[in-house]
């Protein structure tokens, strides 16, 4: 119990540390996978690296390169401008867009990751242009992508039906992703108002109607609640320097240097789309947005690894031009990509030294089959927060599944409740998706963004357990 208890509090203290001083959390995780794996939990080096996520790594290099190639040659400036004619200027729509966008993807059969993958480069490019708040773009991303898993086509439908299956019960689709999609799109209503996008529909109305009109500075920046500046990137055409966390005030200070950097307000919507349609796409549009319909049928239709084929693509349009991307390679999210990468290795030694088995006795204390139900959904939802969520679903289903033999519970309730509190925890800044949001966004520093994801994953990961076990397990009719 030592052990798991020094563990546990060498985690807290790095999160400690990291949110005080500018160190990377990604260097303090692997020494302490080091000290408390190798060191205190006498492991080797190569049974402690066995957590380090090559395939997250490959992923986000993977994806980030490709969609550093299509903001190079200005595809992804074209693909914010049709997004923004499809939903006629309205830039409250956006993060709906977003959403459905994201759920369609994954309910035609990606993984969840995977559709994270295609989508978050997009929204973060609308974050960054329209200076709408990364962190409602992206949780919208996140719950759309949890919104579509559990249809019959998708890794997790299909996981969850073989593991029913394999228990005995009846099948429960569609009845289980009809649950999962209304249950994400209240959370993603929630997530909507409490990110600023009821504030942003408002300014908006105030400063040009619902039909494409002008849009100010003040209407654009509404979900952040300030023209915060943006750092390194030009926004519609203007210059912008410093950095933002989303939350400050008419300016952000830039870097250490404590200076007030001052955004220009971006360009109306409806110029940006008319600009949009005067211009032809150049043929390294058209290989870019051929390349990205690549990625989403080989991800999608063959079930090809998302990272390796981002890559594949990425390097085919480098050999095309390669002068014209020589520095994309620097534009990678290093330091996010070592965070990441730094602290879910750290989580696999945890796994290895049993410290989250641990956490897990500690939650199936209770006999009661609700109380039982209850801790499947909590053990769920808090290690799918830091590990693979379908590995958690093989788990914690047939965990549950001899509660459900008797009839006491009801089956598509439980196991609705099981896969919803699995599944909406993969906004953590820990778990592949949450990960994906951090190495895309470019509007505020990468450890401002990934302490505020954590901040709002751990809520989620405390809360929603309970409500889906209320909704599905106690109230279900």
């Known amino acids: 119990m030592a052990l798991h208890i020094t563990a546990l509090a060498v985690l807290v203290v790095m999160f400690v540390v990291a949110s005080v001083l500018p160190v990377n959390l990604g260097l303090l995780a692997l020494v302490a996978a080091f000290v408390v794996g190798a060191g205190l939990g006498g492991m080797d080096v190569d049974d402690m690296l066995a957590g380090f996520p090559a395939d997250l790594l490959v992923l986000l ?20 401008d049709g997004g923004l004619r499809l939903v006629r200027g309205r830039v409250a729509l956006v993060p709906w867009l977003l959403f459905l966008l994201t759920a369609f993807v994954a309910a035609v059969g990606a993984l969840s990751a995977a559709a994270v993958a295609i989508m978050a480069p997009i929204a973060m490019r609308f974050a960054q242009q329209y200076r709408i708040s990364p962190l409602l773009v992206g949780l919208m991303v996140v719950q759309g ?15 969850t039906g073989q593991l029913v299956a394999a228990e005995g019960l009846p099948p429960q689709q569609p009845g289980l992703f009809l649950s999962s999609f209304v249950f994400n799109v209240v959370m993603g209503a929630f997530v909507f108002w409490l990110f600023g996008g009821v504030r942003l529909a408002r300014e908006r109305r105030r400063h040009g109607g619902a039909d494409g009109g002008d849009v100010d500075g003040d209407a654009v920046s509404g979900a952040t609640g300030s023209g915060a500046a ?13 950095e933002s966390d989303g939350s400050g005030g008419a300016g952000a200070s830039g870097g250490s240097g404590g200076g007030v950097a001052t955004v220009a307000a971006p360009a109306p919507v409806a110029a940006v ?71 879910i290795t750290y989580v696999g030694v945890l796994e290895s030294v049993g410290t989250i088995d641990f956490l897990s006795d500690l939650l199936t204390g209770g006999t009661s089959p609700l109380v039982a139900a209850l801790a ?25 599944a001899p509660l459900l033999d008797g009839g006491v519970l009801p089956v598509l309730g439980t196991i609705s409740a099981i896969g919803i509190a699995s599944s909406v925890v993969d906004v953590s800044p820990l778990s592949t998706n949450g990960a994906l949001l951090v190495a895309n966004q470019r509007t505020m520093d990468s450890r401002v963004f990934f302490r505020k994801l954590l901040v709002w994953s751990v809520p989620v990961i405390a809360v929603v357990p309970l409500i889906a076990w209320l909704v599905f397990v106690v109230l279900w009719p």
């Open 376 to 400: 499947a959904a909590y053990i769920g939802g808090l290690i799918s927060a830091f590990a693979s969520t379908a590995g958690v679903l093989g788990a914690s289903i047939p965990l549950a």
């Open 145 to 159: 992508a949890t919104a579509g898993s559990f249809s019959p086509l998708s890794p997790f439908g299909a996981i």
């Open 61 to 80: 290099v993977g994806v980030t390169y490709l969609f550093g190639v299509a903001q190079v040659n200005g595809t992804l400036e074209r693909v914010v």
């Open 273 to 343: 789309a008319a600009e949009g349609d005067r211009r032809g796409l150049s043929v390294q549009q058209v290989l870019t947005l051929a390349g990205l319909g690549v990625l989403v049928v080989a991800g999608t239709a063959f079930g090809l690894d998302v990272g390796f084929t981002a890559l594949a693509v990425g390097l085919v349009l480098t050999l095309v031009k390669p002068s014209a991307y020589a520095d994309v390679v620097s534009k990678v999210p290093w330091s996010a990509v070592l965070l990441v990468c730094g602290v």
């Open 230 to 242: 943006v750092s390194g990137a030009a926004v519609s055409g203007a210059a912008v320097s410093g």
